[in-house]
């Protein structure tokens, strides 16, 4: 594993994750202009989560709810979780399909949420984009924190959704986060079903208790 610099590479890409998904989530608040390509997207929201996250007069659970009100309409959370579960979503009733959406929901929110509060006025670069070859879009960026080895790499896949252009996977110095949690969760499905690991992400996120990466 790769270790950039004395922070351990879990702790430094949970944190890069919180501020890359509010980038797209907090940016949300204000309108997007139509026919935005990926990168416009992604550049457009820089600012604006930035300004959000630097106010000083919004509490942390206020921060916290605000970003957990409006997060699907940046992320698209069912495609998101359909490649999470891979083959593995057929075997979820509809009812557990949608109980899993809810509760990979809670988890993220519960256990990557409170990296929002380690936002020390990092700043963002687009560095790139790319399409790929089934239409997706690809978006690089930085998050800057001091130079050299202290930046840290996420990439942004999208996908085209009513005309709108959403987030189904974010890539942390190459790890998926889709990636990371299919393979975990294969596993869980494969040895207890759906059950099991409805269940146990219940239980992580009443513990506060984040899954491996």
């Known amino acids: ?17 919180a501020v890359a998904c509010a ?28 300004a959000v996250l630097a106010e000083k007069d919004l509490s942390k659970e206020a921060r916290r709810d605000k970003v957990r009100t409006i997060v699907l309409r940046s992320v698209d959370f069912e495609t998101l979780s359909r490649l999470v579960l891979a083959r593995n979503w057929t075997r979820f009733s509809p009812a557990q399909q949608q109980e899993f959406m809810q509760e990979f929901q ?9 990296r929002l509060d380690d936002y020390r006025n990092e700043k963002v670069a687009i560095v790139g984009d790319r399409q790929e070859p089934n239409g997706d879009w690809t978006v ?21 959704s009513n005309g709108e ?49």
């Open 140 to 160: 690089r960026s930085k998050i800057l924190r001091g130079g050299g080895s202290n930046d840290v790499e996420v990439d942004y896949r999208m996908r085209k």
């Open 1 to 17: 594993m790769r270790t950039r610099n004395s922070t351990p590479c879990h702790e430094r890409r949970a944190q890069a994750l």
């Open 23 to 50: 980038l797209l989530i907090v940016g949300s608040i204000a309108p997007v202009a139509a026919e935005q390509s990926p990168r416009e997207v992604v550049q457009s929201t820089s600012d604006q989560v930035l």
């Open 106 to 114: 809670d988890h993220l929110a519960a256990t990557y949420g409170r």
């Open 165 to 213: 252009w959403k987030v189904i996977d974010f890539i942390i110095e190459e790890i998926s986060l889709v990636a990371n949690f299919r393979s975990q969760f294969q596993d869980i499905v494969a040895s207890g079903g759906p059950e099991k690991l409805l269940q146990l992400l219940k239980e992580k996120t009443a513990a506060g208790q984040e899954f491996k990466s």
